[in-house]
C-alpha cells in the first residue's frame, strides 16, 4: 500500500500519464487494470474534462491532463520535502532525493556520489534520471528532479544555482596527437583534423553552429553522434579530435588516455559545472547533504584529471 499523502486516483492518473497505457500502470502499481480505468473517469467525471484521448494503443494525455500532470509532479515534491523535515525534526536524515545529471556524469561523479551518500547517509535514498542541461531543467520546474547537476546552467529567475565552476572551452585528443605541439591552440588548428561531434541537445553542440556554421557546411569526415561514449572512444583511437569539457572525459585524462587543450580564443565558449535547483522551493536538507557531496566531488575528480595533464 502507497504509504504518499497524495490520493490514489492521482497517483494512478500520473502512472498512466507516464507509461501510456492503463495495462502497464496496473503491472507497476500491482492492481487490477479496471481499478485504474474507474478512477480515471472518476477524476474526469468531478472535473468535467477528458484528461486523456483514448487511442488504440494507449492513453494520451489531453492539455487538461498535461496540467494535472504538472500539478502533481508539483505535489509530489513538496510532499517529499514535507516529509524530510518531518524527519530532520525528528533527528533522521531520511527520504529520497530525485537527482538529474548528465551523461558523462554516469561514469564520473555518479558512482562515486551514489557510493559516498550510501555509505555516508545510508537512509537517503537516490533516484537518478539522465538526460540534457534543458531536460534537467524542465524536471526540476515540473518536479520530477529535486536537484540537477549539469553543464552550463542557463541563466534563468526560475532556477537556483547552488553552485558553480568555470571551465575551459577546448577539446580532447589522444595522447600522441599532433596537436599537442601547438602551444596557443586556435579553433582554426583543430578543424584540419576528423572531427566528433556530440548531440544538438548540449550547448556545445549549438555555440559550434552558431559561431562556427562554416564546420557543418561539408561532413570532411565528421562524425556527429547522441552517444558521449562514442566520441571519447573515437578521440581516443587518435584519429578524431572531440570537444568537450573537462569533466566529460575526467576518467580518461586521469588515467592518461585522453589530453585536454584548452583554446586561446577571446570568443570560445565559457562553460561550466552547475548544481542546481528549483528557485521557488526551500533547499532542504536532504538536498543540500547530496549537493554538498557532489561539489566536493566534483572539485576530486577535476584535480586528478588535471594533475595527470
Keep these: 500500500m502507497s504509504r504518499s499523502l497524495i490520493p490514489a486516483a492521482l497517483l494512478y492518473f500520473d502512472r498512466v500519464a507516464s507509461t501510456g497505457s492503463i495495462q502497464a500502470a496496473a503491472r507497476a502499481q500491482n492492481v487490477a487494470a479496471s481499478a485504474i480505468d474507474r478512477q480515471i473517469l472518476g477524476l474526469e467525471e468531478r472535473l468535467g474534462v477528458k484528461l486523456f484521448d483514448r487511442m488504440p494503443k494507449g492513453m494520451r494525455l489531453t492539455a487538461a491532463g498535461e496540467a494535472l500532470v504538472r500539478l502533481v509532479h508539483r505535489w509530489r515534491a513538496e510532499e517529499r520535502n514535507a516529509v524530510a523535515e518531518i524527519f530532520q525534526l525528528q533527528g533522521m536524515r531520511q527520504g529520497q532525493v530525485n537527482l538529474f545529471a548528465m551523461d558523462s556524469h554516469a561514469t564520473t561523479i555518479l558512482p562515486r556520489l551514489v557510493q559516498e551518500i550510501a555509505a555516508a547517509h545510508p537512509l537517503i535514498g537516490l533516484s537518478i534520471q539522465i538526460g540534457s542541461t ?176
Design 134 to 309: 534543458d531536460e534537467a531543467a524542465a524536471a526540476l520546474l515540473s518536479g520530477q528532479a529535486d536537484l540537477a547537476i549539469v553543464f552550463n546552467l542557463p541563466q534563468r529567475s526560475d532556477l537556483r544555482s547552488l553552485w558553480s565552476l568555470p571551465l575551459p572551452f577546448g577539446c580532447v585528443v589522444a595522447p600522441d596527437h599532433p596537436l599537442l605541439s601547438r602551444p596557443d591552440l586556435k579553433f582554426q588548428d583543430v578543424v584540419t583534423y576528423p572531427i566528433a561531434l556530440q548531440s544538438r541537445s548540449l550547448l556545445i553542440r549549438r555555440f559550434l553552429e552558431v559561431q562556427y556554421s562554416w564546420l557543418f557546411a561539408e561532413p570532411h569526415g565528421r562524425v556527429e553522434t547522441n552517444s558521449l561514449h562514442l566520441v571519447k572512444h573515437l578521440a581516443r583511437s587518435g584519429n578524431y579530435v572531440a570537444f568537450t569539457s573537462e569533466l566529460d572525459a575526467a576518467t580518461e585524462l586521469a588515467e592518461g588516455s585522453l589530453r585536454f587543450l584548452p583554446l586561446t580564443e577571446i570568443d570560445a565558449l565559457p562553460q561550466s559545472a552547475d548544481i542546481a535547483i528549483d528557485a521557488s522551493k526551500p533547499l532542504n536538507a536532504l538536498v543540500k547533504i547530496v549537493s554538498d557531496h557532489a561539489e566536493t566531488l566534483i572539485g576530486q575528480i577535476l584535480v586528478a584529471a588535471r594533475n595527470r595533464c
